[in-house]
């Protein structure tokens, strides 16, 4: 059995480009040696970082292989199908899916919509008998669990009973017996986080995408079935229950010929359109007629979901599922409850107090955030602001090196405090050859030969003015091509030069030494004299049998040339011998 998260991360594949971070809802990522992660704490499994991750880092567990193999164990096993997989599924009737899920081990098929009616007429009765109260539904275990763990205040406020899976689960115990194991087929993810904690009623759930690569591999084409009698749903078909997928289709459920101007009954669908419909609700006063809010997760409900084969195309789905729908009449909505589906939904407030203001500040200043302006709220990190991020630092969410103009900051940095400390001469020039950027080292060769016009600061000065070889820097500007290891004459000096690109036709780079100096003159022939020993010792690899001993003579030469030039002998020459 697979243990993990319904959503993890395989490590090896994350990037850190932090779009998921960026994309989740409830910043329910935790970012720790530049990989993103999920915090199950925080976690309501709406599958944004699944669909937005660039290097598929973000996986859902796969349930197939537990799903095949209970198909083949003594209980029977029946599908509880999503409606939505009349638009996931559009050129496939619906006996023609029960004939495939027959084939693939299934001994029965039925409609989780049967659950989503009973949880209507729950709803319905709740209203009649107390009226005037405020009722979140309980449809969505997404929404449910955003509630529950990111506005726990309002969480007396969502129906107590079961989801319509967990409902339709109890339905089908109820009449097929207990023993039964049930498998859940849809778009959702959060429904592997039902079946999760409740094993006594769910098995397992997959999701359409499971169900395609299992009709594949099983080579089992619905389309090309021939249904018998006996391949319908059961216990029986549902009817408005089939409209749960889209939004408003509870409501319809609830309560016949609702209207949009019915201040009593709300549908809001999307997890931003939920989370601004909540906004203020602990504030309204009392209602006569009481407020029933259907919140969905997915934008247009479920049949957007976020294991959806085709996402979008919402007004042809919606229009698939509204003329495939067998509606009773009118006096039968809604229905009666046939069965007991209460459960307590309990407040899961993150463990965390939230940071003190004082403390923010203190770990932005840590990132160079020292005032308000400096707070560039630019989202780099993934967060709507440079506080936000201050208060997953402090949670260790994420990390420093998620801030962009503070690493770019910190990069500038290091590479000025180098070009600076570099012995070498290092210049920096734009395309039209003025100075960007310079050492000390390349004023002073610069000074060192102009002495009477030597200019007090190099930068914004062009090249052309300063250097007699500066067609070399143009050279490598028009052509990116860079020159390495040149030997120039400058004045009455020879400059070893290398020219560089930095930013493509833009900007380049170059180190000049000058190796007339003594010092720099026996660093080149120590080198120099180096290079020599490998080549040489890579031709005797190839011709050993011609050189003999020649060409270990020529190394013992060679190193004692080295030898010579070295720091340590020079300072043991002036010295004398110093043995006693």
Known sequence: MDNRSPIYTEKHECQDCYKCVRQCPVKAIRVQDAYATIVAE???????????????????RNDLPRARQLVKLPPRVFVSLAPSWITEFPDITADQMIAALKRLGFTGVSETALGAQQVSAHVAQSLREQPGQILLSSACPTVVAYVQKHRPHLTAAVTGLFSPLLAHCRMLRRHFGETIAIVFIGPCIAKKLEADDNPDLLDIALTFEDLRLWLAAERVDPRSLTPGAEDLFVPQAAEEGVLYPVDGGMIAGIRAHCRVDDASFMSFSGLPAVENALDGLEDLGPLEQGLFLELLACEGGCINGPKVTRPGNTVAKRHRVLVNAHLPDAHAVPRLPEIEIQRPIKALPLSQPPPTEARI???????????????LNCGGCGYDSCREFGKALIAQRAERAMCVSWMRQLAFKKANVLIHKMPSAVVIVDSDLRVLECNAAFVAIINDHYPAAAPVELEGLCLTGLLPFHNLFASVLKNDMDILDRDVRFVDTILHLSIF????????GAILQDITRPAVQKEQVIRRAREVIQKNLATVQKIAYLL?????????????????????????DDGGDNRD
């Open 42 to 60: 925080m976690c309501i499994y709406c599958g944004a970082c699944v669909s937005i991750c660039p290097n598929t880092a973000k996986h859902v």
């Open 361 to 375: 500040s203190e770990v932005l200043r840590s990132i160079g955030k020292r005032s308000i302006e400096d707070e």
């Open 501 to 508: 690109t930095i930013d493509p036709h833009a900007v380049v």
């Open 548 to 572: 003999g001993e020649n060409a270990a003579e020529s190394e013992v030469t060679l190193n004692s040339i080295i030898e010579s030039f070295s720091p340590a002998k020079i300072e043991g």
